[in-house]
């Protein structure tokens, strides 16, 4: 089969007008990422850092929140509201266990925010403080700094940031932040996020939810529309993976099947009987496979992976990845022929539509409201099919790679200049 040639990663100073390279105060050289602990959304910050040329000369931060025990329940609470609701609890369990000692009695004791004796000091956290004294006291050498930031967990911060340093940062909001847009420089998400706002989604809602259903306006000009999510996945990338995973992967037989399995999630619910339909498929491509590697997610259900491991794990084309280091995600894209992923991961087949090559989806029959939006508008562009049961893996077919996060860097650059800033790396 032909090899897909992937496009160049974006040249980080393409297009800018040299009239803005005159000073340090102009020159952005150094980033802050914000991340919520989800690798999902981190990837998709350090994707653009990395696009940015920026994968050296950035700090990561965390935005995170107290685990285990009661923290369970309290996700949906804003983080600051979060955390002080934990507080309180723990001081009243706290008070509540002196007192039955002193009556000689044991008490159950609360679980710690991560899950064991130890707290949210060991963990990196974002503190507002000291990234906005980081802006001002390096600003005159080494410029403004870029603040990117994902996921509803880091919108406090971010806005903070640039409420208290508006004129030393640039700040980039990853994700639809549903509400307030202007508190950010530039604010980048899916076009699916807008769905709400058609007419389909519309007819989807009773009249009076409509009011609470965000986003409320249409995208305005700082917004940055992808088809899929931001990643850290480029020619290079690829490139390095190949390498890497070539003495493992280069003689098995060809073609080869990547198959990436996900878990189901409030848009699209699935369980042991989408595994069952999924393995049959698989055993009906089997022929026209050389090669089969399947990989599960942590977020797979054991129902799900135990399905998949009773009917394949005996067969000989077949290789299911224990979750045992090394990871081989980075060498299944470099050197598959074809994916199948499960419906459920945005991020999983924004990656994989990147390569080039073909994609066949599992379940998107199962997605709804703006999941569903999502897989309609893949399919539309030509970038993914449904998977069958009956696909000849031998012939291939191709596409332009998805690449969102060029587009993105692209728009990045006007709205700095706009600014009267540029990137240096």
Request: contains cysteine.
């Amino acid at each position: 089969m032909r090899p897909i040639r992937l496009p160049e990663p974006p040249s980080p100073t393409t297009g800018v007008p040299e009239i803005f390279e005159g000073g340090a105060y102009s020159v952005i050289r150094r980033a802050v990422v914000i991340g919520n602990g989800s690798p999902a959304s981190e990837n998709q910050s350090l994707g653009l850092v990395r696009a940015l040329g920026l994968s050296d000369k950035h700090v990561l931060y965390r935005v995170t929140r107290p685990k285990g025990g009661i923290n369970e329940w309290l996700h949906w609470l804003p983080v600051y509201l979060h955390k002080f609701v934990y507080y309180v609890v723990r001081q009243i369990c706290s008070y509540s266990r002196i007192m039955v000692a002193g009556r000689g009695k044991k008490s159950a004791v609360l679980p710690y925010e991560n899950g064991a004796s130890v707290g949210l000091s060991l963990v990196l956290e974002a503190d507002v403080k000291q990234i906005v004294n980081m802006a001002r006291e390096a600003y005159e050498k080494d410029g403004p700094l870029l603040v990117v930031a994902s996921g509803r967990d880091t919108i406090s911060i971010s806005t903070s940031i640039k409420r208290l340093a508006s004129e030393k940062v640039f700040v980039v909001q990853i994700q639809h932040p549903r509400s307030n847009l202007n508190r950010f420089d530039m604010v980048i998400t899916p076009q699916h996020d807008y769905y709400p706002l058609t007419l389909k989604a519309q007819e989807q809602v009773p009249w009076f939810l409509r009011r609470w259903i965000t986003p409320r306006e249409p995208p305005d000009r700082h917004v940055v529309l992808t088809l899929g999510s931001l990643h850290q996945i480029d020619f290079s990338a690829l490139r390095s993976a190949a390498s890497a995973w070539h003495d493992e992967l280069a003689p098995l037989p060809k073609p080869i099947l990547v198959v990436n399995i996900g878990g189901p999630t409030r848009h699209c619910r699935y369980g042991a009987d989408l595994a069952k339909q999924l393995t049959a498929y698989l055993l009906s491509v089997l022929v026209s496979c050389g090669s089969v590697r399947i990989s599960f997610s942590n977020r797979t259900p054991e129902k799900v992976s135990r399905v998949v491991i009773k009917e394949l794990a005996d067969n000989p084309k077949v290789y299911i990845w224990d979750g045992q280091e090394p990871n081989p995600y980075m060498g299944h894209l470099a050197w598959a022929d074809a994916f199948v992923i499960t419906a459920d991961s945005v991020s999983m087949i924004s990656e994989a539509c990147s390569t080039g090559k073909p994609v066949y989806v599992m379940g998107s029959d199962r997605c709804k409201w703006k999941l569903s939006d999502f897989h309609i508008s893949l399919r539309e562009r030509g970038v993914v099919r449904p998977f069958t049961g009956s696909e000849d893996i031998s012939e291939s077919w191709s596409y332009p790679p998805l690449n969102d996060t060029a587009e993105v860097v692209r728009r990045l650059h006007e709205a700095f200049a706009e600014r009267g800033l540029i990137l240096r790396p």
